[in-house]
């Protein structure tokens, strides 16, 4: 079964930038979605942002404008450029695809504070 690892989160100060990467363990063919959730202190996973293998885009309302996701099909690798970060940010971020079944990565965590 297709693993996902996840880097790139952190400490950021508010206003900040982070880049998260997510890598799966082998190829997830040419047909997938690819994407991002995030879970904060006492609330529900909510979606980020996904992307499809054919690049078409979707973004929650709270992101649009700040993150950008994008994905490299040869190193099926998706990626969450996250600029202007807000505290309201913070929280663990799980990316998944979905190629046959959904899969989760292990979660990152991002926490935006000064």
């Known amino acids: 079964q297709v693993q996902l690892v996840e880097s790139g989160g952190g400490l950021v100060q508010p206003g900040g930038s982070l880049r998260l990467s997510c890598a799966a363990s082998?190829?997830?063919?040419?047909?997938?979605?690819m994407g991002w959730y995030r879970q904060a202190p006492g609330k529900q996973r909510e979606l980020v942002a996904h992307?499809?293998?054919?690049?078409?885009?979707n973004y929650a309302d709270s992101v649009k404008g700040r993150f950008t996701i994008s994905r490299d099909n040869a190193k099926n690798t998706v990626y969450l450029q996250m600029n202007s970060l807000q505290p309201e940010d913070t929280a663990v971020y799980y990316c998944?695809?979905?190629?046959?079944?959904?899969?989760w990565g292990q979660g990152t965590q991002v926490t935006v504070s000064s």
């Open positions: 992307i499809t293998s054919t690049g078409g885009i």
């Open positions: 082998e190829s997830i063919g040419s047909t997938n979605v």
């Open positions: 998944y695809v979905i190629y046959g079944g959904l899969t």
